[in-house]
């Protein structure tokens, strides 16, 4: 079953525009997790945010989260087209780890 | 794709037909997962194996079995009991089960496209 929720479905920016993607869960987790996912192939680990934490960086990724809320957001800043690809968020929830149905990001050159 | 392997990389299948589905891993990884993945949908577990000889059932496994005679190898049977098996399916590592240590991240393989003929 699914844990969580991303918003929106699609999105489609110019090059150089941020993109903000949201993540809602239901339950408790331990941590949250964002994988990319180019077409036809594996999804690739972006960044882990624990349940402690509120906000973390990796180069122009910004993930923050809010535990009351049972939310999450990527921002990722700068896009380039090479970002084009889906991403989804993904709980850990005793021990096991859920995955939403991903937002379709377009970056137009 | 870090250190998975899948193959093949397309697979069709006959009505009645069991196909195996390869996966090895040479991370020396202890945990491994099967996922199922349907157009516009996320990731559904199918089964996964914490250590070698054991597996787990995940949330989707009628129709599907494993095993995990290897550390380095965990094969998926997709059976003809599975009647909607068309989906991309994702091999996936961690050195741990989830939760369990502070490396928690999940190393996927490039995937296995699976059609019905």
């Known amino acids: 079953s699914q844990q969580g929720e991303e918003d929106p479905q699609a999105l489609s920016i110019q090059e150089g525009e941020n993109a903000t993607m949201n993540c809602s869960y239901k339950?408790?987790?331990?941590?949250l997790q964002w994988y990319r996912q180019n077409s036809g192939r594996g999804l690739v680990h972006l960044i882990l945010?624990?349940?402690?934490?509120r906000e973390k960086h990796s180069g122009r990724l910004r993930v923050t989260l809010d535990t009351s809320k049972k939310s999450s957001s990527l921002l990722i800043t700068a896009s380039r087209a090479a970002d084009t690809a889906s991403y989804f968020c993904a709980t850990v929830e005793n021990n096991d780890m859920r995955f939403g149905a991903g937002t379709r990001l377009t970056v137009k050159p | 794709d870090g250190g998975i392997t899948q193959s093949p990389k397309y697979l069709f299948r006959k009505e009645g037909q069991n196909v195996t589905l390869s996966c090895e891993q040479n991370l020396n990884h202890d945990a491994m997962y099967w996922y199922r993945q349907d157009p516009g949908q996320g990731l559904r577990l199918i089964y996964y194996s914490q250590i070698v000889n054991d597996f787990q059932k995940g949330d989707i496994a009628e129709g599907y079995s494993v095993s995990r005679e290897k550390k380095e190898s965990f094969p998926l049977t997709v059976t003809s009991a599975q009647k909607n098996p068309t989906a991309f399916y994702l091999c996936a590592s961690s050195p741990e089960r989830q939760g369990t240590t502070t490396n928690e991240k999940l190393f996927f393989g490039s995937g296995t496209q699976l059609s019905v003929l």
């Open positions: 945010i624990r349940s402690n934490e």
């Open positions: 339950t408790s987790i331990n941590n």
